[in-house]
């Protein structure tokens, strides 16, 4: 079962933050084909952009093998 973290800068509406989640779900469970309907969490995530050097490059680099950039 899928499970997505997203993390950005504060700022975002709850509404938008909805958006993403759906379309991340709809993405996803088409790609890996997951089944309709499966319940997997999208978690979303604000850090302050004052605290992402800090924070979100170190988890970047600790899981470098498991990136996936366009």
Same mark, same amino acid.
């Given at each position: 079962? &899928?499970? /997505?973290?997203?993390?950005?800068? &504060?700022?975002? @509406?709850?509404?938008?933050?909805? !958006?993403? =989640?759906?379309?991340? %779900? !709809?993405? #996803? @469970?088409?790609?890996?084909? /997951? =089944?309709? +309907? =499966?319940?997997?969490? #999208? /978690? %979303? !995530?604000?850090?302050? &952009?004052?605290?992402? $050097?800090? @924070?979100? +490059?170190?988890? /970047? !680099?600790? $899981?470098? =093998?498991?990136?996936?950039?366009?």
């Amino acid at each position: 079962m &899928p499970y /997505v973290n997203l993390k950005l800068y &504060p700022g975002r @509406t709850d509404e938008q933050k909805r !958006e993403a =989640a759906r379309r991340i %779900i !709809e993405v #996803v @469970t088409d790609i890996c084909r /997951v =089944a309709p +309907g =499966a319940d997997f969490p #999208v /978690v %979303i !995530e604000e850090v302050a &952009p004052d605290d992402w $050097k800090a @924070t979100i +490059g170190p988890e /970047v !680099e600790a $899981k470098a =093998a498991n990136r996936y950039d366009q």
